[in-house]
């Protein structure tokens, strides 16, 4: 049990759509990344937040957006959905506390496009 | 250009078996390096990982690494294997430990009875 969650599990949408996925993650991990993870491949690094600002990003368009909350929950926004956009996407939080600080990923948001 | 190449897609050991799987790593500055496991409808999990110090590095669930600066390589072992070990694994390698994770493309693990 890593404490991070994400919803919805699964989601179908169509080409040209815009999709929100949510993720939470424990008190105190105030460090967020996203990762796609198409089917068959490891994780891409899409970007991080850290305390609600952007904190690095690979190398995905800007129609990937995110925000990242007080609350410790954060979203991944995706505009005109392609259908090469369907995979996992996996949020990570950390815990930068000393010894631990390890980054704990959630089960993931599988999305489908048609 | 940094990259991790996990040489073997997919590897089939008999339960009891050693294991081995291979990372290659390409990267700039000091890597720090990371090996994660993940399960059907899982999240990845992380087994160990190395910053520096001592190139063995003790991880949890049995398995263990060696750092081998020379090889760029960071291959993951362990001496005895579990059905229950049947995932796939994936190799990371990151600038410190920021969570802005360069991955291989994973080896699936599958465990003969």
């Known amino acids: 049990e890593t404490g991070v969650t994400q919803s919805p599990t699964h989601l179908i949408k169509t080409r040209g759509q815009q999709v929100t996925l949510r993720c939470s993650s424990q008190?105190?991990?105030?460090?967020v990344s996203w990762y796609q993870q198409a089917l068959g491949q490891g994780p891409q690094f899409i970007f991080q937040?850290?305390?609600?600002?952007?904190?690095g990003r690979g190398n995905f368009p800007p129609r990937f957006s995110g925000l990242q909350f007080p609350n410790y929950s954060s979203e991944l926004n995706v505009n005109a959905l392609e259908l090469d956009d369907s995979a996992l996407y996996l949020c990570?939080?950390?815990?930068?506390?000393?010894?631990?600080?390890?980054?704990?990923f959630g089960p993931g948001t599988r999305l489908t496009v048609l | 250009a940094q990259s991790v190449t996990q040489p073997d897609i997919h590897i089939t050991v008999s339960e009891g078996a050693s294991l081995e799987l291979r990372c290659n790593y390409s990267?700039?500055?000091?890597?720090?390096l990371f090996w994660y496991v993940q399960s059907p409808g899982q999240g990845l999990q992380l087994l160990l990982k190395?910053?520096?110090?001592?190139?063995l590095v003790q991880g949890i669930k049995g398995f263990e690494a060696e750092f081998k600066r020379s090889q760029s390589s960071f291959n993951l072992r362990k001496p005895s294997v579990h059905w229950s070990d049947a995932a796939e694994y994936f190799c990371?390698?990151?600038?410190?430990?920021?969570?802005?994770?360069?991955f291989g493309q994973g080896t699936t693990l599958q465990v003969k009875p």
């Open positions: 990371a390698v990151g600038p410190g430990n920021t969570g802005k994770l360069i």
């Open positions: 990570a939080s950390r815990d930068t506390s000393f010894p631990t600080d390890t980054q704990y």
């Open positions: 008190s105190g991990h105030n460090t």
């Open positions: 990267y700039g500055a000091t890597p720090y």
């Open positions: 937040y850290y305390r609600e600002e952007e904190n």
């Open positions: 190395y910053f520096s110090g001592d190139t």
